[in-house]
């Protein structure tokens, strides 16, 4: 059944791209074995071409038998201008887009004051990840320190892996910092002895497994500034 339906899907993604109908007019898409979705964030530099793109994209997925999410689907004016033209139509400040895991906002750089898209990790994304932390913590609170430990440090690595980029070091902290207190709440409630563990004493078994999250994702012109250090850009 899995291989079936990645079958269909894949045909699907295929159609969605060359508009075949013939790959797809097989297929029964309403059905729950054959259903899935698709994020998709489209930028324009006007209004009236995005309402254009917006209208033929939801003929396209009627011919498939799709149709778009109506709490999901929306036109914001984001970009470079939109802060400007809407404190000049006394509007509030540009509405924000959640995508792949981030919420995604105009900003300002600090060093210049340009414009730059800043992403922060998603609110319900880390408080799902904690709560699944949490659980699994509590399942394992009787087992010894150093093999949770290890599991959970792989856990927070994971985690940096994917939402350690520019400008959402400040929301890893408070990952950071919710989780320790998390992890210590479960330590305490092992026995009464543990009741009295203080963060004094916890702080280094905190600190081992728990490491301090930095940028991993640097923007392109530091990494290529990196790899050429000491280089010459003709190699």
Known sequence: MGREWRSDHDR??????????????????????????????AGFE?????????????????????????????????????ARNRKQRGEGKPETFTFLGFTHYCGKRRSDGSFIVWRETAKKRMVATLHAIKAELVRRRHEPT???????KKVVLGYYQYHAVPGN??????????????????????????QMLSWQRLNPLLDRWIPVPRVLHPYPSVRFAATIQGKSRMR
Do not use: C, Y
Not at 57 to 81: M, P, Q, S, V, Y
């Open 12 to 41: 699907a993604i295929e159609a969605l791209q060359t508009g075949k109908l013939a790959a797809t007019d097989r297929l029964n898409l309403t059905s729950p074995n054959h259903s899935f979705t698709l994020d998709l964030v």
């Open 46 to 82: 006007n209004r009236t071409e995005a309402e254009r793109f917006l209208q033929e994209f939801r003929e396209r997925l009627a011919k498939f038998g799709l149709e778009l999410h109506a709490d999901k689907t929306r036109l914001i004016e984001f970009g470079r201008n939109a």
């Open 146 to 152: 150093a093999p949770v430990g290890a599991w959970l």
């Open 169 to 194: 070091l400040d929301h890893l902290r408070v990952f950071m910092h919710r989780l320790r207190n998390l992890w210590r709440a479960v330590l305490v409630r092992r026995s009464q002895r543990s």
